[in-house]
């Protein structure tokens, strides 16, 4: 399965509760941290919700792979 990297790269201050409880939800709980999850339909509309707050790459298999082993 595809996994997501996903960066909490701007700050929820002014924003609504709603979206800081998604962005609770995927995880963050400091600006410009990291956290990989898998690419779910789930993941993906938070991730919709909130894109202005975030930046998203999408994870190789073979990195994927890699992180397992090592």
Do not use: C, W
């Amino acid at each position: 399965m595809a996994r997501l990297r996903i960066t909490y790269s701007k700050s929820a201050i002014g924003y609504t509760v709603r979206q800081k409880a998604t962005v609770k939800a995927l995880g963050f709980t400091h600006l410009n941290q990291t956290v990989e999850h898998d690419d779910t339909p789930s993941i993906r509309g938070m991730i919709n919700r909130i894109s202005h707050l975030l930046t998203v790459e999408e994870v190789a298999a073979q990195e994927v792979a890699a992180e397992k082993v090592g």
